[in-house]
């Protein structure tokens, strides 16, 4: 993950959110004018951790009215992390019934949904609330509980505090959409792997819970670990397939050497090789129901981004209905690390 190129954060300190609140821009307010200057406040978090800088790190700007798109563009690309998200404030009631509207943008375009910019949000803005609660402002937020508006529709995340008081947050994805099994010789070639590379226990098939993936079960952990991004081949593959946009590979392996993780994971893409990939692993949870990796309801703990040295801990599980897989849920902890404000 390349993380350089922030020359416009105006850092106030890694003591997270709540404590620097009192000396910065309104969470909720508009940003501030002063002679044609226009200030965004942002807040940068880690994702899929409980350690600072671990994790997958996301930059949201809790209060983006005011940004065209063209802006929200160049700010993502300015930021150079997987996704930035920005949010849109609305009226209490309509908050409640439709969710809070948020826009995710990776650095080359938006996209409609993401694993770790929804958790990481929906994370951010529990804290703002919370911190307005005990600045006295008057509100009636139940925080168990937001909801997010995205482009794939709402999605609610639910928190809860474990033994030690660490916030989870755990999000409900769409539906899983099953798509075609590949062959798995063609796949090896294609990946310039042996077939004796990718296991045999589930079959390579694309599903979406709200971006495409194709998930890839290789055989070892030492293979996973040599893997590297696919070659032009392997995407011209998926294209002639006629996949959804943005379809990518997601490898995992079930040869973790701890009986604590489920699966071993790495998502590396054409931009690089990304930390934690929620939206691929709410996808994995409804595979490893549907082919008895994982029964319904179990919970299985994913572990990604080890070989990029942002190790990422992802909670998931899934529901079955007869022959349906639902209820696909993915879940982890984020930390704050700075916040600033963005001039433009």
């Not at 910065?24 to 350690?51: C, N």
Request: with cysteine; hydrophobic share 35%; aromatic share 6%.
């Amino acid at each position: 993950m390349r993380q350089g190129r922030r020359r416009f954060l105006h850092t106030v300190g890694t003591t997270g959110v709540v404590a620097a609140l009192g000396n910065t821009v309104s969470a909720t307010g508009p940003s501030t004018k002063d002679s044609g200057i226009r200030r965004f406040r942002y807040i940068q978090i880690d994702v899929f951790t409980l350690r600072r800088l671990q994790g997958n790190p996301l930059i949201v700007f809790p209060d983006a009215r005011g940004l065209s798109d063209t802006e929200m563009q160049d700010l993502a690309r300015e930021t150079n992390l997987q996704e930035t998200t920005f949010v849109f404030p609305r009226d209490a009631e309509i908050e409640r019934e439709q969710g809070v509207k948020v826009r995710i943008y990776v650095p080359g375009e938006e996209i409609p949904f993401g694993g770790h910019p929804t958790l990481g949000t929906a994370m951010v803005l529990r804290n703002l609330r919370l911190a307005s609660q005990r600045q006295g402002s008057p509100t009636n937020d139940d925080l168990a509980e937001l909801s997010l508006d995205l482009r794939v529709g709402r999605i609610p995340i639910r928190f809860r505090k474990d033994s030690s008081g660490n916030v989870f947050g755990e999000m409900r994805q769409a539906d899983p959409v099953f798509r075609p099994i590949h062959d798995r010789d063609t796949i090896a070639a294609l990946l310039d792997l042996t077939p004796g590379d990718i296991s045999t226990d589930a079959p390579i098939q694309s599903l979406s819970t709200g971006l495409p993936f194709v998930i890839v079960p290789i055989k070892s952990l030492s293979t996973l670990q040599r893997l590297t991004a696919a070659p032009r081949k392997a995407y011209d593959y998926l294209s002639r397939q006629k996949l959804p946009e943005l379809t990518d590979f997601y490898y995992v392996t079930r040869d973790t050497g701890d009986p604590a993780i489920g699966l071993r994971s790495r998502g590396i893409f054409a931009t690089g090789e990304d930390p934690a990939t929620g939206s691929a692993a709410g996808c994995t949870a409804a595979w490893m129901v549907r082919y008895g990796i994982a029964q319904p309801e179990q919970t299985v703990l994913i572990l990604q981004g080890v070989e990029i040295k942002r190790p990422s801990h992802i909670f998931v599980r899934a529901g079955k209905d007869g022959d349906k897989i639902n209820n696909v849920r993915v879940g982890g902890y984020a930390v704050p690390v700075m916040e600033g404000t963005l001039t433009l």
